[in-house]
């Protein structure tokens, strides 16, 4: 009797089993669907987010580099004023300036502005 028990024990369990398979496997793959797609929602948040945030650090760093840039630009234009301003009246600074750079020039032919504000067309170094 034992091993008809046995037998009959086992032929019951496989029946339940294949019975929770039958109607269970539905309900498993639909449960599988559902957790994949909440996977992928949360994946896709998570890219978004990400996407915005490296946003938000290009703009932060476009705005600081443009605030750079304008703080250069101030310092460039103060320079420019200050150098204007201390070349005022000093035509004879200026044109040793220019005289002095023409030595070191490796050239044949120079260009010199007169008082007319006409070159001389030609001076040879003979």
Do not use: C
């Not at 294949?18 to 498993?28: M, S």
């Not at 300036?97 to 030609?122: F, H």
């Amino acid at each position: 009797m034992n091993e008809k028990n046995a037998v009959l024990n086992i032929s019951i369990g496989g029946f339940i089993g294949l019975l929770i398979l039958i109607f269970g496997w539905p309900n498993y793959s639909v449960w599988e669907k559902e957790m994949a797609g909440k996977a992928q929602l949360r994946e896709a948040e998570w890219t978004k987010q990400i996407a915005i945030e490296e946003a938000k650090a290009k703009f932060e760093s476009a705005a600081l580099h443009a605030q750079a840039e304008v703080e250069r630009a101030k310092g460039v234009a103060e320079a420019n004023e200050i150098i204007g301003d201390s070349l005022k009246g000093n035509n004879e600074y200026l044109k040793y300036l220019m005289i002095d750079s023409m030595r070191d020039m490796d050239t044949q032919l120079i260009y010199i502005p007169t008082e007319a504000g006409l070159p001389i067309l030609e001076a040879r170094n003979k």
